[in-house]
Structures are given as C-alpha cells and as structure tokens.
C-alpha cells in the first residue's frame, strides 16, 4: 500500500527543530524591548519557547476557541508574536494579522471583515496605547470572544499572557492539520477596501524557501529580522525562514537605526531580513 506523508506545517517544522536541538537558542527579542513595550528582552530555547507555545496553545483551548476559529493578531516585533503564531496554529486556529500602525477605525473594520473570534495584543508599542485601541475596536466587532495581552498594566477585560511565556507548563491534544488549509489571513488594500487574503502553510513555506534560497541563508544560522510580521512578506522573510533554517532568530524593532547596527554586530548574524 502507498503511504503519503503530510503535508509540513510551521508548527511541524518547528517541532523537526525541537526534537534534534532541544536546548539550541531559539528567539531573542530586541534589545530596546524595554522602550518599545515596557517588557525586558528574553531569549528562548527550542525547548523553552515549546513550553511557552503550549501553554499559549491550551489557553486559547480553554478559553473556548473551536478550531480554524480566527484570531487577529497586533502585536511589536518580539518573540510574543512568534510564539503566539505558532500557538494559534498548535491549537487548530486561524491567525489574522493586524499591521502595527493600523488604529481603531482599520482593525473594526478588518475584524468585522473577517469574523475574528478573538484578538491578541499588548498594552503599548512605542509609546501608543495598543491595548485600549484594541479594546474600543473589540466593542465594535460582535463576533470577538476573547481578547488578551501582553506587557504591563493592561485594562479591565483583556486577559494577561506574560506568565505563560515564562512560567507555562501545559499541553494540548496532538492534531494533525491540513497544510492545504487556511492558517494565516493577511490583507491588501483595494479601491473597494481591505480585501482578506486567506494562506495555507505551504504557502507561508513557500514564501519562506523563496526567501531563504534566494539570500543563501547558512543551515543554523542567526536571522536578523528587521521586518513587522504583519503581513505575508513579514512573516515569509522572518518566522517560516527561520524554520527552514533551524537556527535563531532574533528579532529587531523597526525606526531604529543605532539598535539594529549594535544587535548586528553583538549577535554576529549570518542574514538581515
């Protein structure tokens, strides 16, 4: 009898990269992560960020999520968001990713748009307020369950997620996901508006291996990601490459010049995207 392998998944790749380098570095987040969201810089092993995934992935299960349900997702370039993609898709749901500079009026409408049943967010991003423009744009989308966060003081109503980044143990039931299916919406914008653009992981893999053959990227290799990862190209040039590389990806928050030249030349990277 024929036997057909599965289709991989971000998520599957991901786990490839646990089961032979457990202890390997993982993610680094920016060195002016203090500034930029008021939390200190982490840096995570395979192992510790597959902790932090689970334990996000089960907090989505018990908050009563049904799976290929869509959570959107505003969140600075840091490991949250990494994690949290990865833990979206661990849990069987859908990602939507919401643009960092997008306000009130844009994540309503692409909310509405797209029929999100909950939102991930932090309480600031550069000195903006994320959480309560995320909290107003929940009122105004019926179809938001659930609405969390990271990063201190967060209002009433949106649940906190730093813990399970750092102190989370759980886990969730083994799924086998269709690959061909939506994993990632992302959105242009038309003459008609914003138009939601659904992707399936091979997709997101493919976008990544375009990337990651064309730079040449080393097998094991530090990728610098300069790039938010709200949107397809985002997440193509930084999460999926970093997969297909099995290495570390550190991660940069974009406007500042000096960061990005000390982070370059203290982590010594192999790639900049």
């Known amino acids: 009898m024929l036997q057909t392998t599965a289709s991989p998944t971000l998520d599957g790749l991901f786990r ?9 570095l993982a993610l680094i987040d920016p060195a002016n992560k203090m500034q930029v969201t008021g939390q200190p810089p982490l840096r995570l092993t395979f192992a510790q960020a597959d902790r932090a995934i689970s334990a996000l992935a089960a907090h989505f299960v018990d908050a009563g999520l049904p799976p290929h349900s869509i959570v959107a997702v505003q969140l600075a370039n840091t490991i949250e968001y990494a994690l949290t993609v990865l833990a979206a898709h661990r849990a069987g749901l859908v990602v939507a990713l919401m643009p960092q500079l997008w306000r009130h009026a844009d994540l309503a409408v692409a909310l509405n748009r797209i029929g999100a049943r909950a939102i991930v967010g932090c309480s600031r991003i550069d000195g903006v307020s994320h959480a309560d423009l995320i909290m107003n744009a929940a009122v105004e989308a019926f179809s938001i369950r659930h609405v969390c966060g990271f990063g201190p003081d967060l209002p009433e109503g949106m649940v906190p997620l730093d813990d399970l980044i750092t102190h989370g143990s759980a886990t969730v039931p083994a799924m086998t996901p269709d690959a061909r299916q939506a994993a990632l919406i992302s959105f242009d914008v038309t003459n008609s508006g914003l138009l939601a653009v659904p992707r399936t992981h091979l ?18 290799g530090t990728l610098l990601a300069a790039q938010c990862m709200g949107s397809f190209a985002g997440i193509a040039s930084s ?26 030349i203290e982590l010594n990277c192999d790639t900049l995207a």
């Open 16 to 24: 490839r990269i646990l089961a032979r380098q457990p202890e390997a």
């Open 203 to 220: 997709n997101l893999i493919s976008g990544g291996l375009a990337v990651f053959l064309e730079s040449g990227m080393a097998q094991g």
């Open 239 to 264: 999460l999926a490459c970093w997969l297909l590389s099995g290495g570390t990806l550190a991660l940069h928050h974009p406007f500042d010049g000096e960061v990005l030249e000390r982070q370059l």
